[in-house]
C-alpha cells in the first residue's frame, strides 16, 4: 500500500500548495512548496472525546441554524448542556413550496439527532453548547465574500440555501480530518457515519442552489455560493470545488475523493479568521467549549 | 473495539469475551450495533482480509458504476475512454442491450441532469483510475458487468414491472442510479472499519463522502421530480428499490426510500439514508454481495460470473 500513501500524500502537498496560490499565504506556500511537505495537523495527545466534543460544537451550531430557520425556537434545554452559551439570531424561514419546507425539516431534524447522538456517545464529558451567533457572523461573512454589507440567511429560503451552504461542505471536510485522527473502532464508524450524511446535505443543497439558478438565472444566489466557497478556501487551507452544473461534489479534481480539513482549518473557518492565532469570532463569539478551539497559526 | 482478525474461526466464547470486554462502547452504540457486531464477530471470522483485499472489492464496484454512468452518457465503455480494464482475475465485458453501449446512450432532455450523469460518470472512472493505481499490480480486472439482465431481474424483484430500461430515459436513469449509490455508501462505510492503514482510511472515507454526494445528488433530484411529476409514482419506485436492497441484505430494516414523512418537528423529505441517529448505514461485504449478485449464489445480477479478487 505504499503507493498509495504515496499518492495521497502527492495530493496533499498539491492541495496545500494550491491553497498558498489562492491565498497568497506565504505560511501556506511554505507548506506546500516546502521539501517536508505535510498539510498540518492537529496537535499531539487529543483524545477521541476531544475530537467528538470539537465535532459537537459544530453540530450545536448546524442545529440551531436549522431549526430556527424551520420552527423558529433552537435547541431546548436538555440537549444544550448546563453551562450552554447565549443564541444570537435566528427565525423561522417562509418557505414558499411544500418540498422547500421538508428539506429543511429534514435536515434540522437530522442535526438534532447529531448532538443528541454526540452528547448520549460522551456522557458526562460533553461540552455545553458554546454562544453562538447566527447574525453578525453572516453579516461579517457577506462582508469578507464581497456578498454585500450584510446577509440574512433566514429572509426567504433561497438565502437560506445559501446560509445553509455555509456550513455543509465545512462538515464534511470536518469529518473527514477527524475520522484519521481517532483511535476506537466504533468512534471512526459513526464518524465515517455522520461525515456520509453531512454529504448526502451537502449535494442536496448544492443541486438546489444550482437547480435554482437554472430556473432563475439572473438570481445572485450561485454566485453568492462560490462567494462563499471562495472564502472557504482563502480562510481553510483551499479544499473548495466551485459549484456549477457538472461540479454538484465538492473533492479533489484528480482522484474525485472528498477532501479533509485538520480541526486548525476549520477554526479558521467558523471564527472567521484569517492567519494567526485565534480564539473566537464568527459563528462563536466566545469561542469553542473542550479543549480543540485556538487556531495554531 | 478490536475483533482479531485470526486466521482461526474464534470459538463463540472468545466472540463474547470481546463483546462484554468491550460492552461500554458498545453501549453508545445502541442495541442495533451490539446485534450487528456478535453477528459480524461469530458469523463472518473468515480469512483475515487485507487492505489489498478491501480496495480490490471497492475496485470491483467502481467499475460498475463507471461502466453504467459512461456508457449512459457517452455510449461507450470505460476501456474505449482509456480507463485500464486489465488486472488480476478473469477479465470480463459488459453486457448492454443490443449488444451496443452506443445505442444505451440515455435520450437526456434535461441539461441539468446530463450535466449531472457527466459529472458523476467522470468522478465514477477517477475512482476506477484511482483505485488502479493505488494497488499497482495487485488490481483485479474488470470482471464480467450485465446491465441488462440485472435491471430486468431487480424490476421483477422489487415488483416494479417485469423489465427495466434505465438507459431509456432520464428518469429511468436516475433511478438506476438510486440502486448503486447509497449501495456505495454503506459498502465503503463497511470497509471503513476493515481498514488496517491510516492512508487507506483517508482514502476510503473520502470516496465514501463523494459517493454519499452523488447519493445526495441523485435522491434530491429524483425527490424534486416527483413532486413536480406526482403520477410518475417516483418516489414509490425508489422506495421500492430501497426494500428490494434491505430484503437481499437479509436486514429489511437498513434502506430508507423517497417520500415524505412526519418527524418530530413537522413534515420532511427522506433525501438522507441512515438510521435513527442519522448516522448512515453500514454493510458487510457479504451483504454487499447479496445485493450486487441480487441474492445469486457467489455470483448473478450485475456480476455474472462473479466479483475478481479474494472477497466474492
Excluded: W
Aim: aromatic letters at 8%; charged letters at 15%; proline letters at 3%.
Amino acid at each position: 500500500m505504499d503507493e498509495l500513501k504515496t499518492l495521497l500524500r502527492r495530493a496533499h502537498s498539491r492541495r496545500s500548495f494550491l491553497a498558498g496560490v489562492g491565498t497568497v499565504s506565504a505560511t501556506a506556500m511554505l507548506v506546500g512548496c516546502g521539501s517536508s511537505t505535510k498539510t498540518p495537523t492537529t496537535p499531539a495527545g487529543i483524545t477521541d472525546a476531544d475530537i467528538l466534543n470539537f465535532a459537537l460544537n459544530l453540530e450545536y451550531l448546524e442545529a440551531e441554524f436549522y431549526l430556527r430557520a424551520t420552527t423558529g425556537q433552537g435547541l431546548s434545554s436538555t440537549d444544550t448542556g448546563s453551562a450552554a452559551g447565549a443564541v444570537t439570531g435566528g427565525s423561522m424561514v417562509s418557505f414558499p413550496t411544500a418540498t422547500s419546507s421538508q428539506y429543511a425539516f429534514e435536515i434540522a431534524q437530522d442535526e438534532l439527532n447529531h448532538v443528541r447522538f454526540l452528547r448520549q456517545a460522551l456522557g458526562s464529558a460533553a461540552v455545553s453548547r458554546p454562544a453562538i451567533d447566527l447574525t453578525n457572523s453572516f453579516n461579517g461573512l457577506a462582508m469578507a465574500a464581497s456578498i454585500g454589507s450584510s446577509f440574512n440567511p433566514f429572509a426567504d429560503s433561497n438565502s437560506f440555501l445559501v446560509g445553509a451552504f455555509v456550513f455543509e461542505d465545512v462538515g464534511v471536510t470536518a469529518y473527514h480530518g477527524a475520522a484519521g485522527l481517532l483511535k476506537d473502532k466504533n468512534n471512526i464508524g459513526a464518524a465515517a457515519g455522520i461525515m456520509a450524511v453531512e454529504a448526502y446535505h451537502a449535494a442536496e443543497i448544492r443541486t438546489l442552489i444550482y437547480a435554482g439558478s437554472v430556473a432563475n438565472p439572473s438570481a445572485p444566489y450561485l454566485d453568492d455560493a462560490n462567494k462563499v466557497s471562495a472564502l472557504r478556501g482563502t480562510l481553510g487551507g483551499g479544499n473548495e470545488t466551485k459549484l456549477s452544473a457538472t461540479s454538484i461534489v465538492a473533492a479533489d479534481p484528480t482522484n474525485a475523493i472528498a477532501f479533509d480539513r485538520t480541526t486548525d482549518q476549520v477554526l479558521h473557518i467558523v471564527y472567521a479568521a484569517g492567519p494567526g492565532v485565534a480564539t473566537k469570532g464568527g459563528f462563536f463569539p466566545n469561542g469553542l467549549n473542550g479543549t480543540i478551539k485556538a487556531t495554531k497559526s | 473495539m478490536e475483533i482479531k482478525k485470526n486466521n482461526e474461526q474464534p470459538t463463540e466464547t472468545q466472540v463474547l469475551d470481546q463483546i462484554i470486554s468491550n460492552r461500554r462502547s458498545l453501549i453508545k452504540l445502541g442495541g442495533a450495533a451490539l446485534a450487528g457486531f456478535a453477528f459480524a464477530g461469530i458469523a463472518k471470522a473468515q480469512t483475515a482480509v487485507t487492505d489489498t483485499d478491501i480496495l480490490n472489492f471497492a475496485l470491483n464496484l467502481e467499475y460498475l458504476e463507471a461502466e453504467y454512468y459512461t456508457i449512459a452518457t457517452s455510449g461507450m465503455t470505460i476501456d474505449q475512454m482509456g480507463i485500464g480494464i486489465t488486472g488480476t482475475g478473469t477479465q470480463g465485458g459488459v453486457t448492454v442491450k443490443n449488444n451496443s453501449p452506443a445505442s444505451a446512450q440515455v435520450p437526456f432532455a434535461t441539461p441539468a441532469i446530463q450535466s449531472y450523469a457527466q459529472e458523476t460518470a467522470t468522478e465514477e472512472r477517477k475512482h476506477v483510475s484511482f483505485l488502479r493505481n493505488a494497488l499497482g499490480s495487485s488490481a483485479v480486472a474488470q470482471p464480467a458487468i450485465d446491465l441488462l439482465n440485472s435491471f430486468n431481474g431487480l424490476a421483477a424483484a422489487a415488483g416494479i414491472g417485469s423489465s427495466f430500461d434505465p438507459f431509456s430515459s432520464e428518469v429511468n436513469f436516475l433511478l438506476g442510479s438510486y440502486i448503486f449509490e447509497d449501495v456505495g455508501v454503506t459498502a465503503y462505510h463497511g470497509a471503513a472499519g476493515l481498514i488496517t492503514t491510516p492512508a487507506n482510511l483517508d482514502a476510503a472515507a473520502g470516496i465514501l463522502a463523494v459517493e454519499a454526494y452523488h447519493a445526495g445528488l441523485i435522491r434530491t433530484v429524483l425527490f424534486g421530480l416527483d413532486a413536480a411529476n406526482p403520477s410518475l409514482g417516483i418516489n414509490a419506485t425508489a422506495t421500492k428499490i430501497s426494500k428490494a436492497r434491505a430484503a437481499l441484505d437479509g436486514t429489511n430494516n437498513d434502506d430508507i426510500g423517497l417520500g415524505v414523512v412526519t418527524n418530530s418537528l413537522g413534515s420532511a423529505s427522506t433525501i438522507v439514508n441512515a438510521d435513527a441517529n442519522t448516522i448512515a448505514f453500514s454493510r458487510t461485504t457479504t451483504q454487499v454481495l447479496s445485493i450486487v449478485y441480487a441474492g445469486g449464489p457467489g455470483k448473478g445480477g450485475f456480476f455474472p460470473a462473479g466479483l475478481n479478487g479474494t472477497i466474492k
